[in-house]
């Protein structure tokens, strides 16, 4: 198939990002590993020791990161992911059952202090579609902490300013005692993603 203007252009524009080049040459899965260090250097979340589960984590970005200081990372996705250093990678879909029972299992008791999601769905570019496939990810990751993080325990996800954005975020507030926005550097000025940080599960 031959590729559109749009498809090239996103191409070219991806090649030349400078973060993208930065992670190549730093040896990071991706360039989101940025959005997460520079998250974690202004708000001190991963801490060695901990107990942290990165849902929708392939290409593994964020997965590096978090193992890199310290923290017992346990990833999960559908698609597949190369293994990295000091991350348990369960394949599958995080709702089901069977990927829940693998988990807790490997957490052997531990307790959750931090989840991580910077899952986005399929892109098709309608945007109220994708919107609304976004937040019901979005709307799942939030159930998935709120049933699993431990007291006091942290939340971090992407979301895009659109149709629901607003409601998600009072959701968070109800649930943890401070609710903040963060625009890393890494993010792209004309992305409409924002991370969600939710500190001190109540």
Partial sequence: MKPTKTSKQWMQEHVSDPYVQLAQKEGYRSRAAYKLLEIDARDHLLKRGMAVVDLGAAPGGWSQV????????????????QPISGVEF????????????????????????????????????????????????????????LRHLKPEGTFLIKLFQGVGFEDYVKQVRRHFARAVTRKPKASRDRSSEVYLLGLGKL
């Fill in 66 to 81: 978090a193992a890199a200081k310290g923290c017992k990372v346990i990833a999960l996705d559908l698609l597949p992911m």
């Fill in 90 to 145: 369960i394949p599958g879909d995080f709702r089901e059952d069977g990927v829940l029972a693998q988990l807790e299992e490997r957490l052997g008791g531990r307790q959750i202090g931090l989840v991580l999601s910077d899952m986005s769905p399929n892109i098709s570019g309608i945007s109220v579609s994708d919107q609304a496939r976004a937040m019901y990810l979005a709307e799942l990751a939030l159930d998935f902490s």
